[in-house]
């Protein structure tokens, strides 16, 4: 799918990749980008720097857990492309690890980009075409305990994303769920670890929706997961199941 012309909305983009996507879709040509964002400080920042730059971003109030502000972003109208890009990330062992922590990460992760699906992919059906695309990880493909209920999280949208091409596909829409590893956010501020950089993040993800990919990854670590998932599970699972809280 081409970015230009395009109206997008992008949850989660006051800060990290999603505000980088932002901006990559409307220097990309994108029509519209709506940039969804919970505190009225976010708002401001992004509503400045756009006008700064003379980008059409306009940001919106919108957290992915509330179902009335997703109502109002639905109620702006059709979008092309839905990026479910906000989330939330724990540390810890799931047998001791607070457990609120890991109900909130399926809250945002997994319902959150259900709820969003829901409210957007109507209007999608109804124009014959549209994209949505998930933000997930390539460890939703292979637990990495240290985040073990995060990666659960993921590999729940990853599964959702199926169902929802499975319902969506011969309607004109497609759905990609992106895999990248680490990249260099607020949530990867702890780890000590090589990290991906937010603006080579956004490109690949633009360039696989103008390819119109299924599910990759994002990055060669994440190639190289995929690849030797493919060679070698178990092998696979007990060198990342070294890495733990
Ligand atoms: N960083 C990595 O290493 C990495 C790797 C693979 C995948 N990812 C995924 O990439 C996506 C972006 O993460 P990031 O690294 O940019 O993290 P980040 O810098 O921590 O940003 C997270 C974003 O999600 C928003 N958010 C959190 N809860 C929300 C809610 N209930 N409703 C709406 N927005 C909410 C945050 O908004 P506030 O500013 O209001 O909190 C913020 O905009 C996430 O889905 C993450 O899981 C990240």
Avoid: W
């Amino acid at each position: 799918m081409d970015i230009k012309d395009r109206r997008v909305l992008i949850t989660g983009a006051s800060r990290g990749l999603g505000r980088t996507l932002a901006f990559a879709f409307a220097e990309g040509g994108a029509r519209e980008v709506f940039a969804g964002a919970r505190q009225a400080q976010d708002i401001e920042k992004l509503k400045s720097e756009a006008q700064a730059k003379a980008l059409p971003i306009t940001p919106i109030k919108l957290d992915v857990t509330i179902e009335d502000e997703i109502a109002a972003a639905a109620a702006l109208g059709f979008v092309d492309i839905l990026v479910n890009n906000a989330g939330v990330a724990g540390y810890g062992n799931p047998l001791q690890m607070n457990f609120e922590t890991a109900l909130e990460e399926m809250n945002v992760n997994y319902f959150g980009a259900m709820r969003m699906a829901r409210a957007f992919a109507p209007a999608m059906v109804e124009h014959g075409t549209g994209m949505i695309v998930n933000v997930a990880t390539a460890f939703a493909k292979i637990n990495l305990p240290l985040v073990g209920t995060y990666c659960a999280s993921k590999a729940a949208l990853l599964s959702l994303g199926q169902a929802l091409r499975a319902y969506l596909g011969d309607r004109g829409v497609q759905v990609m769920t992106v895999m990248p590893t680490t990249i260099d956010t607020d949530m990867s501020k702890g780890a000590d670890v090589p990290k991906m950089t937010r603006e080579f993040v956004a490109g690949e993800i633009l360039r696989h929706i103008r390819e119109e990919t299924i599910d990759p990854p994002i990055g060669a670590e994440a190639e190289g997961i995929l690849e030797g998932l493919l060679k070698d599970p178990v092998a696979m699972e007990k060198m990342i199941g070294q890495i733990r809280a």
